[in-house]
T-cell receptor, first 113, second 113 residues
């Protein structure tokens, strides 16, 4: 039982390049989330998926797109990376009840130059 | 979501008990109090949740006074490995649709030898 996994762990992009961050969970959770965390800050929600087939914007969605590929997988895409998107990205999932018990992945550290 | 206020940082020594207090004056009747822990370069980890009085698990204790306007996370006999950021969150425990977490900056606990 791996929990929440994310790939890659590190990535460096040039401005304007695109990439997709992958996230998968093996806990049969319905809800999945993408957050970003900037240095010295708390986490901010980018997008979330309450259930398979649905996605919604969070607090900071501009510059990102998401795909809920199936119940296990939720990907985050940067179409044209900008230096302001340099951050650590966390994926999380949540079970059926306990709204405030989310399980986080190890994060992807992204640098855009 | 009720707003929370907690100290920016705290220092302690190994073997001491650490108490981190969170203020949440506008907590609603249905709200629970939840604490997360985040180690450097890792995603946040749920550690404890409570509604009133006292909750204890293998990691920490959570003390909530009768008026519920504040809560105290207690870490017994801390070690160097307890150095982390601790986040206090307040909100509904169960949500049939979706839920999103709003993390503040948390409390940076530094444990020294």
């Amino acid at each position: 039982n791996a929990g929440v996994t994310q790939t890659p762990k590190f990535q460096v992009l040039k401005t304007g390049q695109s990439m997709t961050l992958q996230c998968a969970q093996d806990m049969n959770h319905n809800s999945m989330y993408w957050y970003r965390q900037d240095p010295g800050m708390g986490l901010r929600l980018i997008y979330y998926s309450a259930s398979e087939g649905t996605t919604d914007k969070g607090e900071v969605p501009n510059g990102y797109n998401v795909s809920r590929l199936n119940k296990r997988e939720f990907s985050l895409r940067l179409e044209s990376a900008a230096p302001s998107q340099t951050s650590v990205y966390f994926c999380a999932s949540r079970g059926r009840l306990l709204a405030y018990e989310q399980y986080f992945g190890p994060g992807t550290r992204l640098t855009v130059t | 979501l009720a707003k929370t206020t907690q100290p920016i940082s705290m220092d302690s020594y190994e073997g001491q008990e650490v108490n981190i207090t969170c203020s949440h004056n506008n907590i609603a009747t249905n709200d629970y109090i939840t604490w997360y822990q985040q180690f450097p370069s890792q995603g946040p980890r749920f550690i404890i949740q409570g509604y009133k009085t006292k909750v204890t698990n293998e990691v920490a204790s959570l003390f909530i006074p009768a008026d519920r306007k504040s809560s105290t996370l207690s870490l017994p006999r801390v070690s160097l490995s307890d150095t982390a950021v601790y986040y206090c969150l307040v909100g509904e425990r169960e949500n049939s649709g979706y839920s999103t977490l709003t993390f503040g900056k948390g409390t940076m606990l530094l444990v020294s030898p």
